[in-house]
């Protein structure tokens, strides 16, 4: 009777819980970002709403959840760490209360998917992973066709200023774009859905990220590392013999890609590959550490955001002499940073407090270490190791692809590659465990 009830259960949990946790999913994948309410200087979002019914379900069932992200943990102890760094920045005078516990807490808000996803998979069993994978496929190809729109036709739309210049697809930017995209290729390549590859891989170059792009390269190198490191591993997942629907696909797309490749060559290759040739980090550093060294200091974030932000186009984009202007704000903005980071050893421990950096640092290992210091970082790298730790290959380079771009853009902060990243190692571990214990 026990075997019979939970049966009926994963039924039920498939025809109506699941279906509704999909949908939610994709619109955090895709869907448009609607503003509810403005809140201490930035909005409450659907998306917020959406994460936060995630979080109340992954609560009520916090007995079936717990035993599933054991080994996985870390988000709690960051969360921590940034709250006590807001507290110490409130008390000192470097941020304001309200924007600090928003920033603070943004990661774990991410970090519901996590659980979320684990328990959909563990009720739902192989009927939810194909769904998952479905939507996870419909994602990649929307992003990639909106940003084909964007980038090849110069369609205005999706919800990126950026949407006429680069490729930002169904993202707030061409860097999230990008990130995702990276992810997706070690991913859709580990599971031979070659056309899904492409599409990806599309997506990615249409971005123009440069980081991302190399990522990408790190990714795919670190994955095939591991499965060559591992005993009796492929570096493909055994497949059954390719549908014959999947064969035409794939045909038609390789046709397709080999009438096109004068205009992809033309508009897509070559610029992605002149925008990463144009990086010229050492004279956008001497550049931005020559302005950062004339510029006041700043006591709190107010003062640091008028300088940072408001007044950037007088004090660097009326003045770029690296020719990159990208990386020369990028590193005038570290500079500014390091400099206030480094003012007192308490500042180094515990940081400014989140928030004091604002809305972009391009760096999110720097955000780490002005937000909660050397402390944040030490948690932070705790918590890395958690995801890559017994981690299938694929997720290994995926992660890494991450990492890479992390350098230069605050992809730990971005929604939607966090969410993806947090979809794809619940993805692992769920198969993971599934190996150790096939009944399950």
Same mark, same amino acid.
């Given at each position: 009777?026990?075997?019979?009830?939970?049966?009926?259960?994963?039924?039920?949990?498939?025809?109506?819980?699941?279906?509704?946790?999909?949908?939610?999913?994709?619109?955090?994948?895709?869907?448009?970002?609607?503003?509810?309410?403005?809140?201490?200087?930035?909005?409450?979002? #659907?998306?917020?709403?959406? $994460?936060? !019914? =995630?979080? %109340?379900? +992954?609560?009520?069932?916090?007995?079936?959840?717990? /035993?599933? &992200?054991?080994?996985?943990?870390?988000?709690?102890? #960051?969360?921590?760490?940034? $709250?006590? !760094? =807001?507290? %110490?920045? +409130?008390?000192?005078?470097?941020?304001?209360?309200? /924007?600090? &516990?928003?920033?603070?807490?943004?990661?774990?808000?991410?970090?519901?998917?996590?659980?979320?996803?684990?328990?959909?998979?563990?009720?739902?069993?192989?009927?939810?992973?194909?769904?998952?994978?479905?939507?996870?496929?419909?994602?990649?190809?929307?992003?990639?066709?909106?940003?084909?729109?964007?980038?090849?036709?110069?369609?205005?739309?999706?919800?990126?200023?950026?949407?006429?210049?680069?490729?930002?697809?169904?993202?707030?930017?061409?860097?999230?774009?990008?990130?995702?995209?990276?992810?997706?290729?070690?991913?859709?390549?580990?599971?031979?859905?070659?056309?899904?590859?492409?599409?990806?891989?599309?997506?990615?170059?249409?971005?123009?990220?440069?980081?991302?792009?190399?990522?990408?390269?790190?990714?795919?190198?670190?994955?095939?590392?591991?499965?060559?490191?591992?005993?009796?591993?492929?570096?493909?997942?055994?497949?059954?013999?390719?549908?014959?629907?999947?064969?035409?696909?794939?045909?038609?797309?390789?046709?397709?890609?080999?009438?096109?490749?004068?205009?992809?060559?033309?508009?897509?290759?070559?610029?992605?590959?002149?925008?990463?040739?144009?990086?010229?980090?050492?004279?956008?550093?001497?550049?931005?550490?020559?302005?950062?060294?004339?510029?006041?200091?700043?006591?709190?974030?107010?003062?640091?955001?008028?300088?940072?932000?408001?007044?950037?186009?007088?004090?660097?984009?009326?003045?770029?002499?690296?020719?990159?202007?990208?990386?020369?704000?990028?590193?005038?903005?570290?500079?500014?940073?390091?400099?206030?980071?480094?003012?007192?050893?308490?500042?180094?421990?515990?940081?400014?407090?989140?928030?004091?950096?604002?809305?972009?640092?391009?760096?999110?290992?720097?955000?780490?270490?002005?937000?909660?210091?050397?402390?944040?970082?030490?948690?932070?790298?705790?918590?890395?190791?958690?995801?890559?730790?017994?981690?299938?290959?694929?997720?290994?380079?995926?992660?890494?692809?991450?990492?890479?771009?992390?350098?230069?853009?605050?992809?730990?902060?971005?929604?939607?590659?966090?969410?993806?990243?947090?979809?794809?190692?619940?993805?692992?571990?769920?198969?993971?465990?599934?190996?150790?214990?096939?009944?399950?």
């Amino acid at each position: 009777m026990k075997v019979k009830g939970t049966q009926i259960e994963a039924r039920s949990w498939l025809s109506a819980a699941s279906v509704l946790t999909l949908i939610g999913l994709l619109w955090l994948m895709a869907g448009p970002r609607v503003d509810v309410v403005a809140f201490a200087g930035s909005s409450v979002r #659907v998306e917020d709403a959406l $994460l936060a !019914a =995630a979080l %109340v379900v +992954v609560i009520a069932r916090w007995r079936v959840v717990r /035993p599933l &992200i054991t080994g996985r943990g870390g988000i709690g102890v #960051v969360t921590c760490v940034s $709250l006590v !760094a =807001a507290g %110490v920045g +409130v008390a000192s005078g470097t941020v304001r209360l309200a /924007p600090s &516990i928003l920033y603070a807490i943004r990661p774990f808000e991410y970090w519901a998917v996590f659980p979320l996803v684990l328990l959909l998979l563990a009720r739902g069993g192989r009927a939810a992973e194909t769904a998952l994978l479905r939507v996870l496929a419909v994602a990649t190809v929307a992003h990639t066709l909106v940003a084909m729109a964007q980038f090849l036709f110069g369609f205005n739309i999706g919800f990126s200023a950026f949407s006429l210049e680069r490729g930002a697809g169904l993202t707030n930017g061409p860097y999230e774009l990008g990130a995702i995209m990276a992810m997706l290729v070690c991913f859709w390549l580990s599971e031979r859905r070659l056309v899904l590859t492409m599409f990806a891989g599309a997506g990615l170059l249409m971005s123009l990220s440069r980081v991302s792009i190399i990522g990408v390269i790190v990714g795919l190198a670190v994955m095939g590392l591991a499965y060559a490191l591992r005993r009796g591993s492929s570096p493909v997942v055994r497949r059954p013999s390719p549908r014959p629907e999947s064969v035409v696909a794939l045909t038609v797309a390789a046709v397709a890609v080999v009438l096109a490749l004068p205009m992809i060559a033309s508009q897509l290759i070559v610029p992605a590959v002149d925008r990463t040739q144009s990086t010229s980090i050492s004279d956008s550093w001497s550049a931005g550490r020559q302005l950062a060294a004339i510029t006041p200091r700043s006591d709190n974030s107010d003062q640091y955001a008028a300088t940072a932000y408001d007044a950037i186009g007088d004090t660097v984009l009326d003045n770029v002499t690296s020719g990159d202007a990208s990386n020369e704000v990028r590193f005038y903005r570290w500079n500014l940073l390091l400099n206030e980071l480094t003012r007192s050893p308490e500042r180094l421990a515990l940081g400014l407090g989140p928030s004091f950096a604002g809305p972009s640092v391009d760096g999110a290992y720097l955000r780490i270490a002005v937000e909660s210091g050397l402390v944040g970082i030490g948690v932070w790298l705790f918590m890395f190791r958690g995801w890559v730790r017994r981690s299938p290959p694929w997720f290994v380079g995926a992660a890494a692809s991450l990492f890479v771009g992390a350098v230069f853009i605050d992809l730990f902060y971005a929604e939607r590659p966090m969410l993806f990243l947090w979809m794809l190692l619940a993805l692992a571990v769920h198969r993971s465990a599934n190996r150790k214990d096939p009944t399950r």
